[in-house]
Nanobody, 115 residues
Framework: QVQLVESGGGLVQPGGSLRLSCAAS????????MSWYRQAPGKERELVAA????????NYADSVKGRFTISRDNAKNTVYLQMNSLKREDTAEYYC????????WGQGTQVTVSS
């Protein structure tokens, strides 16, 4: 069965960095586009970044452009989200999603940006 397991979240000060990982299993990872979403308390879940199956194409929410980088390692079945220059408004639960005919979500990892 499809499994997506996020890790790497935590507490970080404003201006700091974190790298999230999403380990995938149960499907042919290299044939699916992947994405990261986030959901802050009281807000709707929003797309943060997406990456094509080969990694050759990426796109980002305007709010994270220039600060976040999505990447993937198809040999390791893992997608990453490097987050730099973190702001308080980046505080949210971050989710990995397999894109396609059927959506699959991970369980999420909490990112808290606070001094």
């Amino acid at each position: 069965q499809v499994q997506l397991v996020e890790s790497g979240g935590g507490l970080v000060q404003p201006g700091g960095s974190l790298r999230l990982s999403c380990a995938a299993s149960g499907f042919t990872f290299s044939t699916y586009a992947m994405s990261w979403y986030r959901q802050a308390p009281g807000k709707e879940r929003e797309l943060v970044a997406a990456i094509s199956s080969t990694g050759g194409s990426t796109n980002y929410a305007d709010s994270v452009k220039g600060r976040f980088t999505i990447s993937r390692d198809n040999a390791k079945n893992t997608v990453y989200l490097q987050m730099n220059s973190l702001k308080r408004e980046d505080t949210a639960e971050y989710y990995c999603k397999r894109m396609g005919l059927y959506d699959y979500w991970g369980q999420g990892t909490q990112v808290t940006v606070s001094s």
